[in-house]
């Protein structure tokens, strides 16, 4: 087991490159990261970390009256739905 501790910035991609050490190819392995601003640059409050909590999911309800919302929200006049094709008949189910 390693344990690994370092400073890193964030770069301009908003990537964390992490040097880790050579293992083979494939290798599984478990993780912990913890992340924390740091406060030696001035610019990163402790709060200011970027990771967003995940918050509960949207119950079904919730989705519905999202979708409810979206639909007829095309407020264009000159929007126009292209034509989808023919529709090919298929057989019964029943």
Known sequence: ???????SQIGPDGLLRIPLPALPPHTEVEYTLEVRASKRNGSASPDSTGVRALGPRPSEHDRRLALDEAIGSIVDPTFVRPPQGDFTPRESLD
Do not use: A, F, I
């Open 1 to 7: 087991m390693s344990t690994l501790r370092g400073r």
